[in-house]
């Protein structure tokens, strides 16, 4: 049988084949600049390759065919991009860039080629109707958050888009545009950097996933900057800020980070300025706030503390109430505008003052996250009321403790590192890591400092200011920063995503601790009926019991949060009783106990086991046997 292909025919089939692959995204090209059919070419130039990868920010850079006194308040144009395979569509906002330039900003979610159509508010403007196409190719780099997608918030945690959990694990730059960007200087590893490049890949190093920012909060001595973004017109002056604040974005999302970042400002400067910003100026806002930012993977976090009315109520200044809460209106336009639906929340104020239970966003349209503030206090140990009011009135949305005490400001590294455990444990899961001089990028002790007065104290060590006063490098550097990759990494053997936390009830854990002092300094939690993990904080070596558990054997372990080594695992047998005693810590340091449920072999099966282990010794046995008589035959002459 002849199989041979004729030659043309093999042209044909390879041509076909190629066009299938590129049409699923697999090559990728550089098409002409994009114009649109039957239209003059003096319409305006699209800038850039009409292809991308998947959920990669790509930018097509244009003009507006008109001529706008101000673009950023005469003129719109959306891009509305359609899947030609999936029917999937997309309708991004393209923002004013200064003069008559505008840029789309997108980020493409499927392989394929997509369609797009331009929306002009001016129908007159030519631009508008605009057709074109760009092709989406396969990510071919290595970050997780391009190879899952950008995160959802359908349940307690964090999920890529492909459904796979994503662990929170932040790093605080509230005042990030202060942080040197612009110029590369040589560190002492030998790498060559800015300083916010150089934080980022050092954060990297250990794990860290989220930055954290609140990319207006630049104080300019009487926040001034944050009344005039609402009360005055939006120009150049503003128009660079933005353009300056890209670069950030940019370089968070290239090296990989998910960037939870609080909108416009501190909370105060719009409740200040409602009386003389518009609704339609404020929607205006959250617009080009989603057009320059939402194509990369960020969460939204509105403003710094904005659920209620802590900081009003606490200066005496103008007071709103659940009810009236401005930054409900920024949530509304933000979720309106915003084509991925990227998770959005109000960063809450001090878990004192705000909880799920109280919250002014618990049912705004688009709220599905929790950025919390938990306060813990070594006096009063783990708080478990405040984490139990998340878990019991969050509506299954995922908890995140977003800010609590900074290293070395609040707390020392004892406090710094402890927060992270607590979270995770108590169903929290994610936390916000802050230190001294990133979180605030200052050389001083920071702008706050005049409130610290000499000294403060978490409870247990009382820092300095003389301890606070550290250089941003030094800051990097705390060993708390390195204990969080510990953390990251000791969960990561986990299904963590499913831990349940046992709080204080004594139905699933008992502690011994009430009688030294050390009452509720400890967290517990379990998977199902197959792993456990404690936490213990108390200044003795005593902890407790796990209850009901599953007749059986299990596997502890001692994990050192300080080190994240762990010692030699040893074998508990828990009997009917289903009560583990856990022991003694190894010192009197923090410490985390985990159990993990050894299932014993199908008794079957270990029978069957052994037969084959006997079987094998017997015919082994009997080789040696034969070999050793063969031998001797030999030696008498036999065969």
């Known amino acids: 049988m002849n199989l041979a292909i004729p030659a043309k025919s093999t042209l044909a089939l390879l041509f076909l084949f190629v066009i299938f692959f590129v049409c699923l995204g697999v090559f990728s090209w550089n098409e002409a600049p994009l114009q649109a059919a039957g239209k003059p070419a003096d319409l305006g130039t699209f800038i850039g390759n009409n292809w991308t990868q998947i959920w990669v920010a790509s930018e097509l850079a244009f003009q507006s065919a008109g001529s706008y006194e101000n673009p950023f308040y005469d003129v719109e144009f959306d891009f509305v991009f359609t899947h030609r395979q999936s029917g999937t569509t997309y309708k991004v906002p393209a923002f004013w860039n200064g003069g008559q330039n505008f840029i789309v900003r997108y980020a493409l979610t499927k392989r394929g080629l997509w369609d797009f159509t331009v929306e002009c508010s001016d129908e007159s403007n030519p631009l508008n109707g605009l057709t074109g196409t ?55 590893d030998g790498t060559v950097a800015s300083r916010f490049e150089y934080t980022l890949m050092r954060r990297k190093e250990l794990g860290f996933t989220v930055i954290q920012s609140e990319p207006l909060g630049v104080y300019d001595g009487d926040n001034s900057y944050f009344k005039r973004i609402f009360t005055e017109e939006f120009g150049e002056e503003q128009l660079a800020r933005f353009q300056q604040y890209d670069k950030y974005f940019k370089l968070i999302a290239e090296m990989g980070f998910v960037h939870a970042n609080a909108q416009f400002s501190y909370p105060t400067a719009l409740g200040d300025a409602m009386h003389l910003i518009s609704d339609e100026d404020l929607a205006r806002l959250c617009r080009y706030w989603v057009a320059r930012y939402s194509a990369y993977p960020v ?36 979720h309106a ?122 409870g247990l060590e ?96 001692w994990f050192d949060p300080c080190t994240g080594a762990s010692q030699e695992p040893y074998r508990v047998k828990v009997d009917s009783s289903g009560i583990l005693e856990i022991g003694e810590k190894p010192n009197n340091g923090d410490w985390v106990f985990s159990a993990v449920f050894d299932k014993p072999a199908d008794p079957g099966t270990e029978l069957f086991g052994k037969l084959l282990a006997a079987g094998t010794l017997l015919a082994v046995a009997a080789f040696c046997t034969a070999l050793l008589v063969r031998k001797r035959r030999r030696a008498k002459g036999g065969i």
């Open 134 to 188: 760009v092709a989406c190719m396969n990510y071919d780099g290595e970050h997780e958050i391009y190879k899952r997608g950008f995160l959802k918030a359908e349940q307690r945690y964090f999920t890529y888009a492909d459904g796979t959990p994503f662990f929170y694990l932040g790093d605080t730059h509230w005042h990030m545009a202060l942080e040197e960007i612009d110029t590369k200087e040589k560190f002492e």
């Open 299 to 334: 969460l939204w976090t509105l403003s710094q503390e904005c659920d209620n009315d802590y900081y009003y109520g606490t200066t005496g200044q103008f007071i709103f109430t659940a009810e009236t809460n401005p930054w409900k209106k920024v949530a509304e336009y933000m």
């Open 337 to 458: 505008y915003d084509p991925y639906q990227h998770p959005l929340s109000a960063h809450q104020e001090n878990s004192g003052n705000t909880l799920a239970s109280n919250s002014a966003f618990r049912s705004v349209e688009g709220h599905n996250w929790w950025a919390a503030q938990i306060n813990y206090d070594w006096s009063g140990g783990t708080q478990f009321d405040a984490y139990k009011n998340y878990w019991e009135y969050g509506a299954g949305k995922p908890g995140i403790e977003y800010e609590g005490r900074y290293d070395h400001f609040w707390t020392g590294t004892w406090g710094a590192r402890l927060q992270g455990w607590l979270a995770f444990l108590n169903g929290m899961y994610g936390y916000g890591y802050g230190s001294a001089k990133i979180w605030s990028a200052n050389e001083t002790p920071g702008i706050w400092a005049g409130a610290i007065q000499n000294s403060v104290s978490d």
């Open 462 to 557: 009382t820092l300095t200011y003389e301890d606070m006063d550290i250089t941003w490098q030094e800051s990097l550097d705390l060993p708390a920063a390195q204990q969080m990759g510990y953390m990251k990494q000791f969960f990561s053997e986990y299904e963590w995503w499913k831990l349940e936390p046992c709080f204080d009830s004594e139905e699933y854990y008992r502690s011994d601790l009430g009688s030294k002092g050390d009452a509720n300094r400890y967290s517990a939690a379990h998977i199902g009926d197959t792993v456990y993990i404690a936490y213990f904080y108390n200044v003795g070596r005593d902890t407790g019991a796990f209850k009901q558990l599953q007749e059986g054997r299990y596997v502890c372990t």
